[in-house]
């Protein structure tokens, strides 16, 4: 995911030495992403409520009423992936960040 695609679909605007936020852009996308994570969570919830959860395949954890089974290779795995993307997109804000603040620091030695 390339930085002006996250940036843009938080509402923010980067160019000419200026940022500007859409606050209601911003808004929606955490809402949506709220409710994404609440559908997930429920949906877990339910099935756990139930003894009938089954992630094998991408996290490695299969639950059911008699049994739980944790592959570790495949969890691991996964938290190892997750963690990428999480580094992945906290690189982007920092590069921005960076950015930003070499703009600036440019523009007070013009003055």
């Not at 679909?9 to 809402?31: A, P, R, S, Y």
């Not at 709220?34 to 877990?44: C, H, V």
Request: proline fraction near 0%.
């Amino acid at each position: 995911m390339d930085e002006k695609n996250i940036f843009s679909k938080l509402g923010i605007d980067i160019g000419n030495n200026k940022i500007n936020i859409d606050m209601n852009q911003t808004k929606d996308f955490f809402n949506s992403l709220k409710s994404a994570f609440e559908g997930t969570a429920e949906k877990i919830k339910n099935d756990l409520a139930d003894g009938n959860l089954d992630m094998q395949d991408n996290v490695g954890i299969k639950i059911d009423k008699e049994n739980i089974n944790i592959d570790l290779e495949k969890t691991k795995s996964f938290i190892e992936e997750f963690g990428k993307k999480i580094e992945g997109f906290l690189d982007e804000i920092d590069k921005v960040v960076d950015t930003v603040a070499l703009d600036d620091e440019k523009k007070i030695d013009k003055k």
